[in-house]
């Protein structure tokens, strides 16, 4: 019913900047929440950036002072500006967002991941 597409990843060196986007479509009422995970070779999935309907955000503490989480209401998308990219932050990153639908259901939708690559 949501689906969500991302874009923006690729290779970069160390130190580069790269901007990732999520557009979400579908049947959406209300986003409650948008954010960005990341699941790097032998690791578990971690929490990377949040940012709430009024805007509030959260970030892992591996990011911060780093990386910018943003949003579009407008058109249901979330962006992640990750700047002083440094090897370790190598992984797949997903998009989520969570809200409600025009029917009153709940859903909690993901993105196909998008492959960010840092290389020295």
């Known amino acids: 019913q949501v689906q969500l597409v991302e874009s923006g990843g690729g290779l970069v060196q160390a130190g580069g900047s790269l901007r990732l986007s999520c557009a979400a479509s579908?049947?959406?009422?209300?986003?409650?929440?948008m954010g960005w995970y990341r699941r790097a070779p032998g690791k578990q999935r971690e929490l990377v950036a949040i940012?709430?309907?009024?805007?509030?955000?959260g970030y892992a503490d591996s990011v911060k002072g780093r990386f910018t989480i943003s949003k579009d209401n407008a058109q249901n998308t979330v962006y992640l500006q990750m700047n002083s990219l440094k090897l370790d932050d190598t992984a797949v990153y997903y998009c989520n967002v969570v809200g409600t639908t025009y029917r009153a259901t709940n859903f909690d939708s993901w993105g196909q991941g998008t492959q960010v690559t840092v290389s020295s």
């Open positions: 579908g049947s959406i009422f209300v986003i409650n929440a």
């Open positions: 940012i709430t309907t009024g805007s509030s955000t």
